[in-house]
């Protein structure tokens, strides 16, 4: 003789979960200085990219390191 076994299924109750609006209006502050007060000015340089990153492929953390590193060389940043 062969034992029926009883699975018991626990089901997940779903709850729905409602989004409340935020009645808190976002201010927009006046427009300030942008990269936190400097200014770059790349006009007049006749650097190439390949001058500037070299001919080696470069990750974009390195690329924004070499880019600041040629900034702050030539002077390029005022605050």
């Not at 003789?1 to 009883?6: R, T």
């Not at 018991?8 to 502050?29: D, E, P, Q, V």
């Not at 500037?52 to 390195?62: D, E, K, L, R």
């Not at 924004?64 to 040629?70: E, N, R, S, Y």
């Amino acid at each position: 003789m062969a034992i029926k076994k009883s699975i018991t299924r626990s089901r997940k109750k779903t709850t729905i979960k409602s989004k409340a609006k935020s009645t808190k209006k976002t201010t927009r502050k006046s427009k300030g200085k942008p990269f936190g007060g400097y200014t770059i000015k790349f006009s007049g340089r006749q650097d190439t990219l390949e001058q500037v990153f070299g001919s080696a492929p470069v990750t974009p953390s390195q690329m924004t390191k070499k880019i600041w590193t040629f900034i702050k060389s030539r002077h390029l940043a005022n605050k």
